[in-house]
């Protein structure tokens, strides 16, 4: 499996994904699911992919076949993130369909992608693209999206997220997010590729890979432990009704 | 959907559920899932359904009639806490294979099943019953069980929750957890079943229902929210690395 989770806020965005995949519990390997796109300065482009990863690669192979072979459209052609987000779906569809015609079997060959990103003068944008090659768009209402093994993570984004939450507390909550999906289902593993983007800058950002061994993101989760256990004793004690 | 959660400690048994069903979502309705046998100062045993409604009530509605008849065995005569589990197991397997016979069309009648309990002169027990008649046991390694929407509940007992922790912290611990399904998923709806059991008091605890208006359980899931977000601001701030 795989868990992605993308944010877009005031400030900008953040992007996370594991990088386990498995084919059955014996065949785990470790494939990057973050991509990243752009001309700095004028636009920023990221993809995150979770299910088939076959579906995934072909997809990825095909808008990077378009950027190499300067076809058009292309995602660095394209005037807006919602057009990048439509070749990005049918491309989506294509591939999928060119595996088999048989919409029950196509469900063995899903994959969802998030696309978020930003082209220079407009707003930064963030999308949940489905295998169909339709999408949905994340709003101030509901800044936040996750694919794959999103169950775990998400109780941390809806109890603290919020779309004027400053950039690096935001990461810290995805952050979270992810150690306690890595700790309660093994099929999310290490290494995580982290992308923070700060809005209008328009800089393509290295991004941050996150292994075992990273010293900031254990103690963090380690932390997180302790307020958790330490919370738990300060809450009030239940009343005796409960005890009967 | 559902969502069941026991756990098996040192001190004594915590069980939880909610009362939600939901055939489509415009077709909701309160069932109580948590079932309570026993006979004072001899034996407890609690069930705890999550799937198929039919077959949960065909399921208890066996080991009533088994009871009502006087019929041998029943969960009330068995020796062994492993018995009575061997006796239920074989019974939502009958009742499942009563619907169909056909082993692919059967997973639509599935249900899961907790049962813990305590009989005199014995320790606790807590199985985890699966639809197929066969189940596992808790131990000290893995003192709980969920059945139903267990993801979004599951962090928070990984990180916290231990065989020696006290019964009422572990009540606070697993109200959390529900809580945070709660938040985070509306296929698990309020009121909630609460059932605690001290250890070899073979007493029949009448239980506690938390409905929506309930003052405790409100209390702690906001403090619990608070705590989330205070305890994220106060996390070591991320290194430069993770913007760039």
């Known amino acids: 499996m795989t868990y992605c989770c993308a944010l877009r806020l005031e400030q900008g965005m953040v992007f ?22 752009g001309i700095p300065g004028e636009r920023l482009i990221v993809i995150q992919a979770s299910g088939n990863l076959a579906t995934t690669q072909a997809v990825i192979g095909h808008i990077k076949n378009q950027l190499e072979l300067r076809q058009e459209p292309n995602i660095l052609s394209l005037h807006t993130m919602f057009d990048v987000a439509e070749l990005i779906g049918s491309t989506l569809k294509k ?27 407009q707003d930064m944008q963030l999308y949940n693209i489905y295998p169909q090659g339709n999408f949905i768009c994340a709003t101030r209402d509901t ?8 169950k775990y993570g998400k109780p941390i984004l809806d109890r603290a997220l919020s779309f004027e939450m400053p950039l690096d507390e935001a990461l810290r909550c995805s952050l979270i997010s992810f150690a306690s999906t890595l700790r309660s289902n093994v099929s999310v593993g290490m290494p995580l590729d982290v ?21 900031y993101f254990n103690t963090i989760s380690r932390q997180w432990s302790e307020l958790l256990k330490k919370g738990l004793q300060e809450l009030p004690i239940p009343t005796e009704e409960y005890f009967n």
Chains 1, 2 share one sequence.
């Open 16 to 37: 996370i994904s594991d990088t386990r995949t498995n084919a059955g519990v014996d065949h785990i390997s470790v494939f990057r699911k973050l991509y990243t796109f």
């Open 95 to 121: 591939v999928i369909e060119n595996v088999t015609a048989d919409t029950m079997e196509q469900s063995n060959y899903y994959c969802s992608l998030l696309v978020g990103g930003q082209i220079k003068d």
């Open 143 to 150: 800044p936040y999206f996750q694919i794959g093994e999103s």
């Open 195 to 215: 992308l923070v983007y700060h809005r209008d800058s328009l800089e393509l950002p290295q991004g941050k890979r996150i292994s075992e061994d990273d010293s």
